[in-house]
């Protein structure tokens, strides 16, 4: 009874910081939809098997699993990720190929690199 309860305890630690950031920041694009329905009614079919048990802490871990999946699919339903929330821009500003460093170059290639810029500036505008 004491493993069970230290367990109980644990598994629903475990799930909290889950929840209370999802309800915090309304961000549900890391939780797919299909994951969410399919474990809810996993949980339904387990709800059987665990009611024939006798009352004790995998009672109140199953409840706790069957509320908080629950939470998790309203909210995904509510708040989940539509078409208008997807980016459509390039996040680099770039191609997209690589993260390009903020550093200046330094060596030959800084003074090219200076050089080049200075010629695109003096080109007067037309």
């Known amino acids: 009874m004491i493993s069970g309860t230290v367990s109980t305890v644990l598994f629903a630690c475990a799930h909290l910081p889950?929840?209370?950031k999802a309800i915090r920041s309304r961000d549900m694009r890391s939780y797919s939809a299909a994951s969410?329905?399919?474990?809810?009614?996993?949980?339904?079919?387990?709800?059987?098997?665990?009611?024939?048990?006798?009352?004790?802490?995998?009672?109140f871990l199953h409840g706790f699993y069957l509320v908080t999946m629950g939470l998790m699919l309203v909210m995904w339903m509510r708040f989940g990720?539509?078409?208008?929330?997807r980016p459509t821009a390039v996040p680099f500003g770039h191609d997209g190929h690589e993260r390009r460093s903020h550093r200046r170059p330094s060596g030959v290639r800084a003074s090219r690199v200076a050089a080049r810029a200075r010629r695109v500036r003096r080109r007067p505008r037309r």
Do not use: E, K
């Not at 809810?40 to 802490?57: C, D, E, K, Q, R």
């Not at 990720?81 to 929330?85: P, V």
């Open 36 to 59: 969410l329905a399919v474990g809810n009614v996993a949980n339904l079919v387990h709800t059987v098997y665990v009611l024939s048990l006798p009352v004790g802490p995998v009672w």
């Open 18 to 20: 889950m929840v209370f």
């Open 81 to 85: 990720r539509s078409s208008a929330d």
